[in-house]
């Protein structure tokens, strides 16, 4: 009896010591953000330029840690590519299965809002924005697969001039976003790097000089963006 309660008690003390997966994500410095995802979600050769996370492009989109600043990453594409919603191709960039679809706007279609879920990291979630999707929320998904088209047409009577791209992790103190570059492999971050993009920090708005310099989203500053080489083949 007595082998049998101290059994039981270990038991108790290994549950009470384990942690759900977004108990154990540590929100500091030191936390190694994976980079796995090895497939870009669009054709980069039909984008003109990018804007930088924390920049003060469209509006704001910060998390629980951050605030007043856009934290993702705006894709325009060359006005050869706009216009429509069946131009240019949007590909998972991991393999997982997506979560769920919203519309951008009400009564407003072809216009997504589309989350994916990667295997092997159930605490983050990818999140594409102005998506016409061609998948189901449920299916799973697998990198590079084609799973709809950038949504480019007029909305509303309001040209829509790019896409967008987010990258939420979830953890106990709330949502922490990070940038799409942080989780690319270096094979396919080297994609970039023959765009004319040295490195990720180019991409990136370090949240040191954000909370020095605070957006206000008006007008565009070309600070905001990273221009691609364009490449004629």
């Avoid at 998390?63 to 600043?69: P, Q, T, V």
């Avoid at 942080?182 to 708005?205: C, H, S, V, W």
């Amino acid at each position: 009896m007595k082998n049998i309660i101290l059994l039981t008690v270990a038991i108790f003390i290994i549950i009470g010591c384990s942690k759900a997966p977004f108990d154990i994500i540590p929100v500091s410095s030191d936390y190694i953000i994976p980079k796995f995802a090895n497939k870009d979600f669009v054709d980069i050769d039909k984008i003109m330029e990018i804007s930088k996370f924390r920049s003060s492009t469209g509006h704001d989109y910060s998390d629980s840690f951050e605030s007043n600043r856009s934290m993702k990453h705006y894709y325009y594409p060359y006005d050869k590519y706009k216009g429509d919603d069946n131009t240019i191709k949007i590909y998972s960039p991991v393999d997982g299965f997506i979560n769920r679809t919203s519309l951008e706007s009400a009564n407003q279609a072809n216009d997504e809002q589309v989350h994916i879920n990667p295997y092997g990291h159930p605490y983050m979630t990818i999140i594409l924005f102005h998506i016409n999707c061609l998948i189901n929320p449920g299916e799973k998904v697998t990198a590079g697969q084609h799973i709809g088209y950038a949504s480019l047409s007029p909305k509303n009577g309001i040209v829509i001039g790019g896409f967008d791209i987010a990258i939420k992790i979830s953890t106990k103190k709330g949502s922490k976003l990070i940038s799409y570059f942080d989780i690319m492999t270096d094979e396919l971050f080297a994609i970039y790097q023959i765009k004319g993009i040295p490195n990720r920090e180019t991409l990136i708005i370090s949240k040191e000089w954000r909370d020095n310099n605070s957006a206000n989203f008006s007008g565009r500053d070309e600070n905001n963006f990273v221009r691609f080489t364009e490449i004629s083949y």
